[in-house]
């Protein structure tokens, strides 16, 4: 039996905190860079006395999502109690969806690899379901101690569950970025991975050949960035396929990535236990979606990533530039601005997506508050394509009107950028230059046609380097032919 | 019915982080016998055509997102037993694996 005979199964469990200014269930500020335990109230330390009260803000924000994924978003959903105890959940059990959960199915079509972005894939989508978070553990090396914080406990989070659709750890990534893009249009979340307020758990099997059942699948969790996801999946693939050439089993287990060895390991804490014993929430009422409210959040759905993408495209735009720009919001709306003040779509995406980011590579600004407006990429290519400025001038004339917010025009005009195509100013100096070089003329005139690019040189030196250089060979080649020795 | 086995009355202990006696152990699994059978005689109802139950009570409103107040935190870890850098310390979490 091959190596590959053995085909991976993947479903991802994504955990989105939503940016709301307060708790799932409680009045209390959501402030993740806060001071340790200073965004705590009551009910985030389960207090006796306190009851949750969902956030409406929180709600919609859910409910958006659902529709942008093309959910089915439940009228009436239900909460319920999760319990474990740990130190990070003051309650003892955490506030979550279980058989009732808000939004059922839907679908995320995942682009293609680098340079295949056309060639979508999709993965279908068994539920999303909304939840409290639990506070943030801190352990400390070598120490006794693990120190617990409660700023995170209560936030809101959804939690979008996929079918096992997936079928590679490239794959998965790709999956977990488009989600992430997605919620960042909607605006309902930072979705950073490294902030934590994007967080991810992986189920890989693997399936035998000529088999149509799934394997044992092991579960890993916390990843918490896209290249430790396809690290583990690979390491986890790996260990599974090891495991059942060597003719054993797999055991159903919960495993976290050793990134230092690369390779998965059984966890040996709270999620070992299966048994969470959920039951109804008794102090939350059945969660009530009306029609007209999901009538409205549809209708405040802005332009999603892929719809956006297929738009482009049609602008002559290729997939890959595509995926480029609408890798973020602001990126792709900048984009769009740029567009809608006029300019060719090809051009304008090629000072987008190679200038204007190579600037700002080394800018914290967001691209909205860039003193470099997007109707300037218009205006600058305009410049060039009508002969105003060379392209290599506007280059510089870009960089200057970037670092001072000066519009292109009004750089070119302050520094004497405007490009030499007078044609009798330029005959004269052509005149000039080859008055004064008999010695490069008679090794032209001697079959040395490489020294043209001497003269060519040296006009672009008299006219610092602002003469049209088209313009420059066409009058170069009528004065050699004029001035041309005599045939015997 | 039958009493409930030793290893079940120890999962449930664990899962409520209780270390039980030998002695408590065999009082705990009488109790919870009991109530399982209580349980099972109730779940041997046919409610089939019985509808759900429904709280009278309309849906709780959902509420604004507008902060309120909140603790203070010398105030809100008053009542922790060990405190350090502003965060609760408990016994290490993570077993080393």
Known sequence: ?488 | MAKLDADSCDLLAHLARLSLTPAEREVFAGQLTDILAYMSKLKAVDITDVPEFRSPAPPTPPRADKPGPMLERARALAGAAHVREGQVAVPKILEDA
Not at chain 1, 113 to 130: K, Y
Not at chain 1, 143 to 148: I, M, N, Y
Not at chain 1, 209 to 236: Q, V
Not at chain 1, 401 to 429: K, M
């Open chain 1, 1 to 488: 039996m091959t190596v590959d005979a053995y085909s991976p199964v993947i479903g991802l469990e994504v955990h989105c905190q939503l940016n709301t200014a307060t708790k799932m269930f409680s009045p209390c500020e959501v402030a993740l860079l806060a001071e340790p335990n200073t965004a705590i109230d009551a009910y985030t330390l389960g207090l006796p006395g306190t009851l949750p009260v969902a956030n409406a803000a929180a709600v919609e924000s859910a409910v958006k999502l659902a529709l942008a994924l093309g959910c089915e978003v439940a009228g009436e959903s239900r909460w319920a109690r999760k319990h474990y105890f740990y130190p990070d959940l003051p309650k003892g059990y955490q506030i979550t969806q279980s058989d009732h959960p808000y939004a059922i199915g839907g679908e995320v079509l995942v682009p293609g690899p680098r340079g295949r972005e056309a060639e979508t894939t999709s993965v279908r989508l068994t539920r999303i379901h909304m939840e409290e978070d639990a506070g943030k553990n801190i352990h400390l090396p070598g120490e006794p101690w693990s120190l617990v914080d409660y700023n995170r406990a209560g936030a809101p989070l959804v939690e979008i569950v996929s079918e096992p659709d997936i079928r590679s750890a490239d794959e998965a990534a790709r999956y977990l970025r488009c989600l992430r893009e997605i919620v960042r249009y909607l605006g309902i979340s930072q979705a950073n991975m490294e902030e934590g307020t994007l967080r991810c758990d992986a189920n890989v099997s693997l399936k035998q050949p000529g088999s149509d059942r799934l394997g044992t699948r092991c579960e890993i969790k916390n990843l918490n960035s896209f290249r430790f996801l396809e690290l583990a999946i690979r390491a986890e693939i790996r260990r599974q396929r090891d495991l059942l050439q060597a003719g054993q089993k797999i055991v159903s287990a919960t495993l976290t990535y050793d990134v230092d060895r690369d390779r998965t390991r059984v966890m040996r804490t709270k999620e070992q236990a299966a048994d969470y014993r959920y039951m109804p929430e008794p102090d939350m009422p059945v969660l009530v979606i009306r029609p007209e409210v999901v009538a409205r959040l549809r209708e405040q759905l802005p332009e999603l990533p892929a719809a956006r993408r297929a738009r482009y495209i049609a602008l002559g735009i290729s997939p890959q530039d595509a995926a480029v720009i609408t890798g973020e919001p602001e990126l792709s709306d900048y984009f769009d601005a740029a567009l809608a003040s006029g300019g060719p779509p090809q051009k304008i995406c090629n000072w987008l997506t190679g200038e204007l980011l190579a600037a700002r590579n080394n800018d914290t600004r967001p691209l909205s508050q860039l003193p470099f407006v997007p109707a300037w990429l218009g205006q600058l290519i305009g410049l060039i394509d009508d002969g105003t400025i060379s392209g290599r001038a506007a280059k510089e004339v870009f960089a200057k009107s970037y670092a001072e917010g000066i519009e292109p025009a009004a750089i070119v005009a302050r520094d004497g950028y405007r490009q030499v195509r007078d044609t009798g100013a330029l005959e004269a100096i052509l005149a000039e230059i080859l008055d004064r070089s008999h010695k490069q003329l008679a090794q032209y005139y001697g079959g040395r046609q490489q020294i043209r690019g001497y003269f060519v040189g040296q006009v672009m030196k008299a006219t610092r380097g602002q003469a049209d250089p088209k313009l420059v060979q066409e009058l170069l080649s009528k004065a050699l032919a004029a001035r041309a020795p005599a045939a015997d």
